[in-house]
């Protein structure tokens, strides 16, 4: 019940954004652009390589829910750039899973995320922006709800624009936790390794449809030195457009449905995107 009405709310706070949000910026305030805004950097679970613009800080919200095994997690994640370049970008990664007895949530393991836009940027045909990645242990591995020792992450997303109306995006990414703990407190090295792709065609600058494509092949601790692995492989229709409002605030409400196919044969469900891009200072006159 609890997780219905977590859906139910999520998803009428995005109907209520869609309806609402344009008719103020209508009603008011400042006079927006003739063309709107594009949407760049808002895939849902494949990660693109562009740091956000100088001065220009993003709130992400996701929500996943899948059938039949009932998992669901939501996460919270922050970008602030440092640099004019912009080459430098640091974020951070909250989030929320339920225990392994399904009786319970709480907070799992937080990601601290430094990127750096080796080549290119969102104006380029081709952007590459390594990431490296410090997991802190703040899920209790004894609920099941983070790996129980501070892990290593690196991934290596690159971007290609194929034509005007075709963007592309590539993963590979891989996860080391030296001391992870299982649900019984044994102690193990884990490993886990990513890989991603997906097509993005921008219908229009605030319209885009996204298909992605997304594999993992994960470790969990059952016994001391013992290590079990396991994989899922995802399908990800979806859709993303963009509410611009006054004052540089761009809104980007999004909703996928991922498939299972191969080891995730039979799974199905929701996921449900909304981010919020606006300037957090003022940008020097050139």
């Known amino acids: 019940m609890k997780t219905k009405f977590n859906f139910t709310f999520i998803c009428l706070l995005i109907l209520c954004l869609w309806v609402v949000v344009p008719s103020m910026a209508a009603d008011g305030a400042a006079p927006q652009p003739a ?6 950097d808002n895939s849902f679970l494949v990660e693109e390589a562009y740091n956000q613009e100088y001065g220009v800080v993003q709130h992400i919200n996701g929500f996943t829910r899948l059938w039949p095994n009932g998992q669901w997690a939501y996460t919270f994640t ?7 370049a912009p080459r430098n970008q640091f974020s951070y990664t909250l989030s929320m ?15 601290l995320n430094y990127r750096y836009q080796l080549v290119g940027n969102g104006e380029a045909r081709i952007a590459f922006a390594p990431r490296a990645t410090l997991l802190l242990p703040t899920g209790d591995s004894r609920l099941g709800r983070g790996a129980g020792g501070t892990g290593y992450q690196a991934s290596l997303p690159l971007s290609v624009v194929i034509s005007p109306h075709l963007v592309t995006h590539w993963n590979v990414g891989a996860t080391f936790v030296p001391h992870a703990h299982g649900l019984s407190g044994d102690e193990s090295k884990t490993w886990g390794y990513n890989l991603g792709q997906s097509f993005i065609w921008l219908a229009k600058p605030h319209c885009n449809f996204l298909l992605e494509t997304v594999w993992n092949g994960t470790e969990t601790v059952v016994g001391r030195g013992r290590t079990a692995r396991s994989h899922t492989f995802l399908i990800n229709p979806g859709v993303r457009w963009a509410i611009n409002a006054p004052h540089g605030l761009q809104i980007v409400p999004g909703i996928g449905v991922p498939i299972g196919v191969g080891p995730s044969a039979g799974e199905k469900g929701v996921f449900i995107y ?3 891009e606006h300037p957090f200072r003022e940008l020097p006159k050139r």
């Open 35 to 40: 063309a709107p805004s594009p949407i760049q």
């Open 97 to 111: 899973v339920p225990t392994s007895d399904g009786r319970g949530s709480g907070l799992g393991d937080t990601a």
């Open 274 to 276: 909304l981010s919020f």
């Open 78 to 84: 922050q970008e602030w750039p440092f640099d004019p």
